[in-house]
């Protein structure tokens, strides 16, 4: 089946570490994104791509990292610079790159601090 | 910059009630505006999609309208099962995506 797979389901970071959130699609799409989703708060979009070997900042783009080395995967490193990193992860991707607009979403990454 | 609010929070009813949530969004130059389902520790799922110049859009028991000069969309979604229970969440795209808080819902069978 096509679709998106996020993991791990559960991510435990310690003080001063970064780690790396995977992402991967199989639905041949372009554009990829990256959300993070607070209670209480809409999806904040942290990096999206919308080709290979490009990617572009969100609007909470500060102590996250990303890389598009292949249309399949857009990982997501959050590194010891976010300091408050706890919250549901969402990666989520679309065919047409220039819509801006997310089509599926994968089943997300929840990230706690140990 | 664009805010979307969904009001209320939270939401029970008992099941075979009609539902009616609200969104409300600031910036009225939009090109669509998306309705999402969210199942506790889930991506979310497309529901509905209203183009700007749609006025509204059904799929079964769910139906939205889009009143873009007044900055509202509603969801109704009809005669309510527990399988309904979920947080629902709009969203708008003028240049990208702009998601509110969304509204949790129970259906009490």
């Known amino acids: 089946d096509g679709g998106i797979t996020q993991s791990p389901k559960y991510l435990f970071r310690k003080e001063g570490q970064n780690v790396t959130l995977s992402c991967e699609q199989n639905l041949n799409h372009d554009a990829m994104y990256w959300y993070r989703q607070d209670p209480g708060q809409g999806l904040r979009l942290i990096y999206y791509s919308q080709i290979v070997n490009d990617f572009q900042k969100g609007d909470i783009a500060e102590g996250y990292s990303v890389s598009r080395e292949k249309k399949e995967s857009f990982p997501l490193t959050v590194t010891s610079a976010q300091k408050n990193p706890t919250a549901f992860y969402l990666c989520a991707s679309s065919m047409d790159r220039y819509s801006n607009q997310p089509q599926h979403f994968g089943d997300g990454t929840r990230l706690s601090i140990l | 910059k664009q805010e979307v609010t969904q009001i209320p929070a939270a939401l029970s009813v008992p099941e075979g009630e009609n539902l009616v949530l609200n969104c409300s969004f600031t910036?009225?130059?939009?090109?669509?505006l998306q309705w999402f389902r969210q199942d506790p520790g889930k991506g979310l799922t497309s529901l509905l999609l209203?183009?700007?110049?749609?006025r509204e859009q059904t799929s079964g028991r769910l139906n939205a309208s889009l009143d873009k000069s007044s900055g509202r969309s509603t969801l109704y979604i009809a005669a309510s099962q527990p399988g309904d229970s979920a947080t629902y969440l709009c969203a708008v795209s003028d240049y990208k995506l702009s998601f509110g808080a969304g509204t949790t819902v129970t259906v009490r069978a």
């Open positions: 209203i183009q700007s110049s749609q």
């Open positions: 910036d009225s130059a939009i090109y669509n």
